[in-house]
């Protein structure tokens, strides 16, 4: 089945830029959603990329490139409320989604 | 407009019993999807429910089963319950079976002992 890797921890400090990479099996691939979830949380969806390229919402960007079977979730100007699991997850069209295996980022003042 | 609501927030229960989850998703969607999530790990998929109907299921035993009502809620039975069950079960609703854009509940806690 779809898996897909994250680095399981990230430290980046108050104002700083950050970016959590997504690695993926090809095999069954659709589209590159990330997701955040705070510490007793509900994920909440944050981006979707469905084709190459980079989409920017805010102060979170999402990049995927089919040709490398990677991604990455770029966060700018850090706060201390980003502090969170992220979450890349295998999605689009009518097939189940499948998470990766989260990354939790620790902003520090 | 109210988000996905499921119900009970927490549960302990004991091994070998039976407990049912319950989720009511986001006004206008029609999809439901359960995922398990343990500590520190990504939800895992154990199935999807659309018209009525179990339309996918990940690698999750027969334990596991589900229902959706003509409301669009849902329902999560887990039967002869194991310690490794402990977990945070997860509903997300979506609308026909869209796989972008999931609203999640808060999730269940439920403990097994």
């Known amino acids: 089945g779809q898996s897909l890797e994250q680095p399981s921890e990230v430290t980046a400090v108050e104002g700083a830029i950050v970016q959590i990479n997504c690695t993926y099996q090809t095999s069954g691939f659709y589209g590159l959603s990330w997701y955040q979830q705070h510490d007793g949380g509900a994920p909440t969806f944050l981006s979707y990329?469905?084709?190459?390229g980079l989409e920017e919402t805010g102060r979170f960007s999402s990049f995927l490139s089919r040709s490398d079977s990677y991604g990455y979730l770029l966060l700018q100007e850090l706060q201390m409320k980003d502090s969170a699991s992220y979450f890349c997850?295998?999605?689009?069209?009518?097939?189940?989604?499948?998470f990766g295996t989260g990354t939790k980022l620790q902003v520090i003042p | 407009d109210a988000g996905v609501t499921q119900s009970p927030t927490h549960l302990i229960k004991t091994r070998g019993q039976q407990v049912t989850l319950r989720c009511s998703p986001k006004?206008?969607?029609?999809?439901v999807s359960w995922y398990q999530q343990a500590l520190g790990q990504g939800p895992q998929f154990i199935f999807q429910y659309y018209e009525e109907e179990e339309r996918q299921r990940g690698n999750f035993p027969d334990r596991f089963s589900g229902h959706q009502f003509p409301n669009y809620s849902s329902e999560l039975n887990v039967n002869a319950l194991l310690l490794g069950d402990s977990a945070l079960y997860l509903c997300?609703?979506?609308?026909?079976?869209?796989?972008?854009?999931?609203?999640f509940g808060s999730g269940t806690r439920l403990t097994v002992v």
């Open positions: 990329n469905g084709l190459d």
């Open positions: 997300a609703s979506s609308f026909s079976r869209t796989g972008v854009g999931y609203t």
């Open positions: 006004s206008g969607h029609d999809t």
């Open positions: 997850a295998n999605s689009g069209g009518y097939q189940k989604v499948t």
